[in-house]
Each structure stands twice: as C-alpha cells, then as structure tokens.
Nanobody, 124 residues
Framework: QVTLVESGGGLVQAGGSLRLSCAAS????????MGWFRQAPGKEREFVAA????????YYADSVKGRFTISRDNAKKAMYLQMNSLKPEDTAVYYC?????????????????WGQGTQVTVSS
C-alpha cells in the first residue's frame, strides 16, 4: 500500500478555483494509477477524475468535465486536481486514491490505498 496525503482544500466562492495536491510515499509512484473521489455529507463517495499509471489516459465524471483537470508529476511523486468554475455542489471531502498498475478506474473498490481527505467548501 501507499501512504497518500491530500492538501489544498479550503473555502472558495462559486466561480473560483482551487488546486488539490496528493503526495505519495512510494518509490514506485510511476506504477500507480491514480484517482480523485469526493464525498458530500449524507452521500456516497463518488468518482471525480482518474489517470492511468502511464499517464496516457484520463477520465472525468460528467459533472466536472471541462472544469477540472487531473495531472501528475512523477518526479515529485504527486498528483493534482485543478478545479475551476467551482459550484456549491462541488462541496465535499476530496480523496485521492492509488491502484497498482491501474488503468484509471472509476470505481472505489478498485483502489488499494486512500488518503485522509481534504475539505472543499464552495459558497454561493
């Protein structure tokens, strides 16, 4: 398993932007497919974005497509989520997840390791 630590959450007004980071504690970061998920109060954890372990394929939930961008920096062993044009419905705890040789899976049960989450709150 990999230890993952998210950062970058906070309070932002609707229409604003945030950049989330996920730091991984593994020497083999390049062999992990990575994903972002979120969970709002009273709701199930849902897929946001994912990237295959080679970094070739990216996937997005329809609700964030065109507004969010997932990226990774293998040299820094980090993954990012650039969130633009934020909406109040984006308010949630955001989690990063890792899957060995993952293809960019969109389901929670495919991932081996999870971070503790970072809170994103979008005010209207």
């Amino acid at each position: 398993q990999v230890t993952l630590v998210e950062s970058g959450g906070g309070l932002v007004q609707a229409g604003g932007s945030l950049r989330l980071s996920c730091a991984a504690s593994t020497l083999s970061f390049t062999t992990y497919g990575m994903g972002w998920f979120r969970q709002a109060p009273g709701k199930e954890r849902e897929f946001v974005a994912a990237m295959s372990w080679r970094g070739v394929h990216t996937y997005y939930a329809d609700s964030v497509k065109g507004r969010f961008t997932i990226s990774r920096d293998n040299a820094k062993k980090a993954m990012y989520l650039q969130m633009n044009s934020l909406k109040p419905e984006d308010t949630a705890v955001y989690y990063c997840a890792a899957q060995k040789y993952g293809s960019g899976t969109t389901t929670t049960d495919s991932y081996d390791s999870w971070g503790q989450g970072t809170q994103v709150t979008v005010s209207s």
